[in-house]
Nanobody
Framework: QVQLEESGGGLAHPGGSLRLSCTAS????????MGWYRQAPGKQRELVAD???????NYGDSVKGRFTISRDNAKNTVYLQMNSLKPEDTAVYYC?????????????????WGQGTLVTVSS
């Protein structure tokens, strides 16, 4: 059974930084697509960033240039470094493990979710 354990959420001031971590167990981590999503109150869950097994990254428009996703396959862990935080970054952040189905139009399958970690950006 695959499990994802997130850590690193909390309170930050505007302009500050936080780093989220997500450690996976029960899967072949190195071949998986790993991602971070977030959901703010009253809003839909949205992509923050994801990273393929080969290290290709993809970011949501609102976080480009501020957030960095990375992975350490030896530790089965994916990270999200969040800099220049804004109040609108306040949300529950979820780690996701999935895979990309190849084809003429590759499809991302989001298979397993973590329990979420709350990030609050406030002065």
């Amino acid at each position: 059974q695959v499990q994802l354990e997130e850590s690193g959420g909390g309170l930050a001031h505007p302009g500050g930084s936080l780093r989220l971590s997500c450690t996976a167990s029960g899967s072949i981590f190195s071949i998986k697509l790993m991602g971070w999503y977030r959901q703010a109150p009253g809003k839909q869950r949205e992509l923050v960033a994801d990273i393929t097994s080969g290290g290709r990254t993809n970011y949501g428009d609102s976080v480009k240039g501020r957030f960095t996703i990375s992975r350490d396959n030896a530790k089965n862990t994916v990270y999200l470094q969040m800099n220049s935080l804004k109040p609108e970054d306040t949300a529950v952040y979820y780690c996701n493990q999935g895979r990309v189905v190849p084809g003429p139009t590759p499809v991302k399958l989001l298979e397993v979710w973590g329990q979420g970690t709350l990030v609050t950006v406030s002065s």
